[in-house]
C-alpha cells in the first residue's frame, strides 16, 4: 500500500519526464476527470433485471455465463453495489439504465406500458448520487421476442408491442434527461436475426427500417434526450443473419441524423472499431460507444487495458474528439465478483484514455509531418516506458479513490460483509 507522500513524490518525477516530452500532465488530469462514462446497470445482475423475481437473460443472441455468488436482486441491492463501485471509480460518471429494470413495486406491466413512473425512482436515487442517466429499450428477455424477431418481425402485432415499447423508452428518456438536466442517451439495440440461412434478409431490414421510421417519428430535443443506434455481426442463435447490421444502421444513422453505437464486441475480431471513429466523425455529429471486450464467440468480457482499448481511447484524443464521442461501459461477466467487474473495466477504459491524453502527441505529430517515421515509431514505443502508473496513482489520489491496488481489498471486504450474505 502506498502513501500520499511517496505516491505525491512519484507523481513529481513522473511530471517532469512527462514535460520533457512536452506533455502536460496536469492538463491530461484534469481531462481525464472531466470524462463521464455510463456504467452500464446490467454488470450488477447479469442482465436479468426486475419485472419479476429471479429473473434471468433468455433468448436475444446475448448469453451472461457463471454462477459466482452475491449477485443483486432487488433494486435496493444494485443501488448499494452501484454505490460501492462508484466508491471506487476516479471521477463522476453516468448510470446506464435497462427497461427492465423499472422500480414496479410488485406491480410490474408489459413492456408496451412502462412509464416515467416506474423510473421515478431511479431518477431520484441519480438525483441524490449526482448521476446522470441513459437508457435502453429491453428487446428481449421477454415472450414477444422469443421467435427471434422484434421490431423486423414479419408479424404485425408483435412489431406493434416493440415499436409502442420504444416509443415509451424514449418519452422516458426524455423525462430522465430533463430532471437530470442532461441529455439522456438512449440506446436501440434488438435481438432479431436467425440461427441459419434466411430466405429473405431484404423484408426484415425494409421492416426495420419502417419500424424505426415510425419510432422516431416523435422528436425530442437534444437538451433532454439523443437516438442511438446499435449493430451486431452475430449473436447466440442468430449466427447466420442479424437483421440491425453495421451497414443497416449506418445508412439508417447517416440517413436519419442518428447516433450510431459501435460496441466494440460486435465486429470480425481483426477489424479496429479505432480505426472507424475518424471515418464516422466525417459525417455524423457524435458516436456512442460501448466499451467491451470479445473473446471468441462472446462479445462482452470484463474490459480490460488492451491493445484494443488503447487504441480506441488514442483515436478519440488524437481526434480531438472526447466532445463527441461518448463512451459506456458493455460486458457482463456472471463467474466473478461483480462489482469488481465493474470497477476493472470502468478503471481500465479510464486508464486507456489517461494514457492517451499523456501520448507526447506535439513531437509524435511533428515527426510525422517530417516524414521522420523513425522517429515517430522509436518515440511511441519509448513512451511506452514512461512512468504512466504514477501518474494513474495521482489521479485516484486527487479523485480520492484508492489508488493502485488498493481498491481489490475494498471489493473482497464488500463481498465478505454484504455480497456472502446473500
Ligand atoms: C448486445 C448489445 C447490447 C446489450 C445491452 C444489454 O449484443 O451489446 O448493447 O449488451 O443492451
Ligand atoms: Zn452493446
Known amino acids: ?55 434471468t437473460l ?11 455468488p452475491g ?38 406491466v408489459d413492456r408496451n406500458e412502462i412509464e416515467t413512473k416506474h423510473f421515478q425512482s431511479w431518477i431520484d436515487w441519480a438525483k441524490q448520487e449526482g448521476l446522470k442517466l441513459d437508457f435502453n429499450a429491453t428487446c428481449f428477455s421477454h415472450p414477444k421476442a422469443d421467435s427471434g424477431y422484434t421490431l423486423s418481425s414479419k408479424d404485425k402485432s408483435i412489431r406493434g408491442f416493440w415499436i409502442e415499447h420504444v416509443r415509451r423508452c424514449r418519452k422516458i428518456s426524455a ?39 415510425e419510432i422516431f417519428e416523435r422528436g425530442y430535443d437534444a437538451s433532454v434526450m439523443k437516438d442511438s443506434i446499435e449493430s451486431k455481426l452475430f449473436g447466440i442463435g442468430s449466427e447466420a443473419f442479424v437483421v440491425g447490421s453495421h451497414e443497416f444502421y449506418l445508412g439508417y444513422a447517416l440517413s436519419r441524423k442518428k447516433m ?5 464486441g460486435h465486429y470480425h475480431p481483426t477489424e479496429s472499431v479505432a480505426d472507424k471513429i ?66 476493472i473495466g470502468a478503471r481500465a477504459t479510464l486508464k486507456a484514455f489517461l494514457w492517451a491524453l499523456l501520448e507526447p502527441r506535439e513531437h509524435l505529430r511533428a515527426f510525422e509531418n517530417q516524414g521522420n517515421y523513425f522517429s515517430r515509431l522509436a518515440l511511441l514505443d519509448e513512451a511506452k516506458s514512461l512512468p504512466f502508473g504514477a501518474v494513474w496513482d495521482y489521479v485516484c489520489l486527487r479523485a480520492e479513490v484508492p489508488s493502485g491496488e488498493d481498491w481489490l481489498r475494498e471489493v473482497q471486504r464488500y463481498e465478505k460483509e454484504v455480497l456472502s450474505k446473500r
Open 175 to 213: 423525462a430522465m434527461g430533463k430532471e437530470l438536466n442532461s441529455p439522456c442517451i438512449h440506446n436501440i439495440w434488438i435481438p432479431d436475426g436467425s440461427k441459419d440461412m434466411p430466405m429473405d434478409r431484404f423484408t426484415h431490414r425494409a421492416l426495420l427500417t419502417e419500424s424505426l421510421d
Open 71 to 108: 449477485k443483486a436482486r432487488t433494486i435496493e441491492e444494485l443501488r448499494m453495489d452501484l454505490k460501492k463501485a462508484y466508491a471506487l471509480i476516479p471521477g463522476a460518471h453516468r448510470l446506464n439504465l435497462h427497461a427492465m429494470y423499472g422500480d414496479f413495486r410488485g406491480a410490474p
Open 58 to 68: 433468455s433468448g436475444g443472441g446475448i448469453l451472461a455465463t457463471g454462477n459466482y
Open 278 to 343: 475518424s471515418a464516422l466523425l466525417q459525417f455524423v455529429d457524435e458516436l456512442l460507444l460501448h466499451v467491451s471486450r470479445g473473446i471468441r464467440w462472446d462479445s462482452d468480457h470484463v474490459v480490460i487495458v488492451n491493445d484494443d482499448l488503447r487504441a480506441l481511447a488514442e483515436e478519440i484524443v488524437r481526434s480531438s474528439a472526447l466532445g463527441r464521442v461518448h463512451v459506456a461501459l458493455d460486458y457482463f461477466d456472471a463467474s466473478m465478483n461483480r462489482v469488481g467487474a465493474w470497477v
Open 260 to 264: 450510431p453505437c459501435l460496441d466494440m
Open 1 to 55: 500500500m502506498q502513501n500520499v507522500s511517496s505516491i505525491t513524490k512519484a507523481y513529481e518525477h513522473a511530471r517532469q519526464r512527462y514535460a520533457d516530452f512536452g506533455v502536460d500532465t496536469e492538463r491530461a488530469i484534469e481531462t481525464l476527470l472531466r470524462m463521464s462514462l455510463s456504467i452500464h446497470c446490467w454488470q450488477g445482475d447479469d442482465v436479468g433485471g426486475f419485472e419479476k423475481p429471479s429473473a
